[in-house]
């Protein structure tokens, strides 16, 4: 426990180094200043998002103008390298040390998304991990034993990828921390604890400090983080004159209408766009939820090259980013590595594949979720940089008009049991403090294929599809049941009993135990979204999600 007068930190006391006078003080001038914007902020995407559900939301394109003639000067040159960037949990040790690490080829990545957002457990001294390694990793003094293994793990030499942080997103709190005996803004608290504590070590070694930001929903929102942003550097001596630069992940409804302006919002912040596919999807998926002609075939088959309305989206993003010479980010590519060759072979030019696509559309790097897959990752934006101006994008951001389809395809029983499946194995992994896991959606179906790390959003986009169904009582055109509470229920227990069983008698009690508090917390997620309350598994406390899993919960 770490506290003054008015901050108490309930956390564990060997983080107490990153958490000194001057920290406290920080974040109780940012909790004074900023958490009024912040709620005000959550009660603007509730309106939005509520008008929708009553089919009452018509977004237009923001009339801010925007000069004509303004570029973003002045990105550092290491963000305008084509490559990949890596990406994985900044608080589990080993894996941030690998991910900075070289692959089995011996090539690092360009950049390291360096995450305390979805694929993260939301728990305090998680988060303070994710601060120290970071700060370690700066200083080249983090390492890391495990005993179980034998294995000494920590950072070869030579450079390291530069750090990409990812904190969570205005619409959770810390419960862990309390100013004047309110929680405080995650976003608050995790950018103050982050610039203060690695980026200070950053700006120190003249280092650029450079983050994601997640989860915006408006220009408005982005201008807020410019403040804090400010804010920071004023209240912080060694940060005055720090290179600090951020980009902006594009996923969600409302924020496509106004990426150009969000962009201008962040002022000497800004550096670009991110095309973040999983998230987008689900959002698109919530704000739609009510409207029946806008039901969703199987998810799995929306592939964002082959479904025009979302591809001409991220054009958009990219004419924005080459119209205001900006950085285009693209998407994640999931695969684990396999033990059998032929099937990593297989994954590498699916993601080659989806590489080329983004290349040829003007986005300079993408996202990989492990370092086996790098090279195939990387290779299709190192080929194509020096042909990036002539990219198949214009710079031209109107030459892509937004317009939102329904997707085409078939709604199956199947997909729905791979959702519900996804879901189950997904909150197994949060109830054991991973907010990242490999996956496979189609465990027990004859043929072999790779798991896929799956986060937040693909577990969100899950609950999302299911809802949508149960709403409107789809029919399954594989087998003659339409989408009712009953159907989906009887899905989630079968495939909850059949990856206990499928795991053999070496699953561990407290394993089978999550599984079924799995089932409960699924059902529960489930049944808010059918309410249209689109709640974040984030916003649960770890005692909330034990009393939700320790009781049935219904879905009707």
């Given at each position: 426990?770490?506290?003054?007068?008015?901050?108490?930190?309930?956390?564990?006391?060997?983080?107490?180094?990153?958490?000194?006078?001057?920290?406290?003080?920080?974040?109780?001038?940012?909790?004074?200043?900023?958490?009024?914007?912040?709620?005000?902020?959550?009660?603007?995407?509730?309106?939005?998002?509520?008008?929708?559900?009553?089919?009452?939301?018509?977004?237009?394109?923001?009339?801010?103008?925007?000069?004509?003639?303004?570029?973003?000067?002045?990105?550092?040159?290491?963000?305008?390298?084509?490559?990949?960037?890596?990406?994985?949990?900044?608080?589990?040790?080993?894996?941030?040390?690998?991910?900075?690490?070289?692959?089995?080829?011996?090539?690092?990545?360009?950049?390291?998304?360096?995450?305390?957002?979805?694929?993260?457990?939301?728990?305090?001294?998680?988060?303070?991990?994710?601060?120290?390694?970071r700060k370690k990793a700066v200083e080249r003094s983090l390492n890391y034993?495990?005993?179980?293994?034998?294995?000494?793990?920590?950072?070869?030499?030579?450079?390291?990828?530069?750090?990409?942080?990812?904190?969570?997103?205005?619409?959770?709190?810390?419960?862990?921390?309390?100013?004047?005996?309110?929680?405080?803004?995650?976003?608050?608290?995790?950018?103050?604890?982050?610039?203060?504590?690695?980026?200070?070590?950053?700006?120190?070694?003249?280092?650029?400090?450079?983050?994601?930001?997640?989860?915006?929903?408006?220009?408005?929102?982005?201008?807020?983080?410019?403040?804090?942003?400010?804010?920071?550097?004023?209240?912080?001596?060694?940060?005055?004159?720090?290179?600090?630069?951020?980009?902006?992940?594009?996923?969600?409804?409302?924020?496509?209408?106004?990426?150009?302006?969000?962009?201008?919002?962040?002022?000497?912040?800004?550096?670009?766009?991110?095309?973040?596919?999983?998230?987008?999807?689900?959002?698109?998926?919530?704000?739609?939820?009510?409207?029946?002609?806008?039901?969703?075939?199987?998810?799995?088959?929306?592939?964002?090259?082959?479904?025009?309305?979302?591809?001409?989206?991220?054009?958009?993003?990219?004419?924005?980013?080459?119209?205001?010479?900006?950085?285009?980010?693209?998407?994640?590519?999931?695969?684990?590595?396999?033990?059998?060759?032929?099937?990593n072979e297989i994954a590498a030019q699916s993601i080659k594949s989806d590489?080329?696509?983004?290349?040829?559309?003007?986005?300079?790097?993408?996202?990989?979720?492990?370092?086996?897959?790098?090279?195939?990752?990387?290779?299709?934006?190192?080929?194509?940089?020096?042909?990036?101006?002539?990219?198949?994008?214009?710079?031209?951001?109107?030459?892509?008009?937004?317009?939102?389809?329904?997707?085409?395809?078939?709604?199956?029983?199947?997909?729905?049991?791979?959702?519900?499946?996804?879901?189950?194995?997904?909150?197994?992994?949060?109830?054991?403090?991973?907010?990242?896991?490999?996956?496979?959606?189609?465990?027990?179906?004859?043929?072999?294929?790779?798991?896929?790390?799956?986060?937040?959003?693909?577990?969100?986009?899950?609950?999302?599809?299911?809802?949508?169904?149960?709403?409107?009582?789809?029919?399954?055109?594989?087998?003659?049941?339409?989408?009712?509470?009953?159907?989906?229920?009887?899905?989630?227990?079968?495939?909850?009993?059949?990856?206990?069983?499928?795991?053999?008698?070496?699953?561990?009690?407290?394993?089978?135990?999550?599984?079924?508090?799995?089932?409960?917390?699924?059902?529960?997620?489930?049944?808010?979204?059918?309410?249209?309350?689109?709640?974040?598994?984030?916003?649960?406390?770890?005692?909330?999600?034990?009393?939700?899993?320790?009781?049935?919960?219904?879905?009707?």
């Open positions: 426990m770490k506290s003054n007068n008015r901050v108490n930190i309930n956390s564990n006391s060997r983080f107490d180094y990153l958490l000194d006078d001057k920290f406290l003080n920080l974040i109780s001038n940012l909790h004074d200043k900023f958490s009024e914007r912040v709620y005000g902020a959550r009660e603007e995407r509730l309106n939005s998002i509520n008008n929708a559900s009553k089919s009452q939301t018509t977004f237009v394109k923001s009339e801010k103008k925007i000069p004509s003639e303004w570029k973003i000067k002045n990105i550092p040159d290491e963000l305008k390298i084509p490559g990949i960037e890596i990406s994985g949990p900044a608080h589990i040790t080993p894996m941030f040390i690998n991910a900075i690490n070289p692959g089995p080829d011996g090539q690092r990545a360009i950049g390291y998304l360096d995450d305390d957002e979805d694929s993260a457990s939301h728990r305090l001294n998680d988060t303070l991990n994710a601060a120290e390694n034993y495990d005993q179980s293994k034998s294995k000494n793990y920590e950072i070869s030499s030579g450079t390291i990828p530069f750090f990409m942080h990812r904190e969570r997103g205005l619409h959770l709190d810390e419960k862990d921390v309390l100013i004047d005996g309110n929680p405080i803004s995650a976003t608050l608290f995790s950018t103050a604890l982050t610039l203060y504590n690695a980026g200070q070590s950053q700006h120190e070694r003249n280092q650029g400090i450079y983050i994601y930001i997640p989860k915006t929903e408006s220009e408005k929102e982005t201008k807020l983080y410019k403040d804090i942003f400010d804010e920071i550097r004023n209240d912080v001596t060694n940060l005055k004159d720090a290179t600090i630069r951020a980009i902006i992940l594009v996923e969600s409804f409302p924020l496509i209408w106004s990426m150009e302006e969000a962009l201008y919002n962040l002022g000497e912040y800004g550096a670009g766009l991110n095309a973040a596919r999983w998230d987008l999807k689900a959002s698109l998926l919530e704000y739609v939820m009510s409207d029946p002609k806008s039901v969703w075939p199987d998810r799995f088959n929306v592939d964002v090259k082959s479904t025009p309305f979302i591809a001409n989206i991220f054009r958009r993003l990219v004419a924005i980013c080459k119209k205001h010479d900006g950085v285009a980010i693209g998407g994640m590519a999931t695969a684990l590595p396999h033990k059998n060759p032929e099937i590489k080329v696509w983004e290349a040829e559309l003007g986005f300079i790097r993408a996202w990989v979720a492990h370092i086996y897959h790098m090279t195939p990752a990387s290779e299709p934006f190192k080929n194509f940089s020096e042909k990036r101006l002539n990219s198949s994008t214009s710079s031209d951001p109107s030459d892509y008009p937004i317009s939102i389809e329904t997707p085409v395809g078939e709604i199956t029983g199947e997909c729905t049991r791979q959702n519900a499946r996804v879901l189950l194995e997904y909150i197994e992994g949060w109830l054991n403090g991973r907010g990242a896991k490999g996956i496979d959606r189609l465990a027990g179906i004859p043929g072999e294929r790779p798991a896929l790390m799956e986060d937040l959003a693909t577990a969100r986009m899950s609950a999302a599809q299911i809802a949508q169904r149960i709403i409107h009582q789809s029919k399954c055109e594989d087998i003659n049941q339409k989408h009712d509470p009953i159907f989906v229920k009887s899905l989630l227990i079968n495939e909850c009993e059949n990856i206990i069983s499928s795991s053999g008698k070496n699953i561990k009690s407290s394993e089978i135990n999550r599984y079924k508090k799995s089932l409960n917390i699924a059902s529960k997620w489930i049944k808010n979204y059918t309410e249209f309350n689109f709640r974040s598994l984030g916003s649960y406390s770890i005692s909330e999600l034990d009393e939700i899993g320790s009781n049935e919960q219904s879905i009707h």
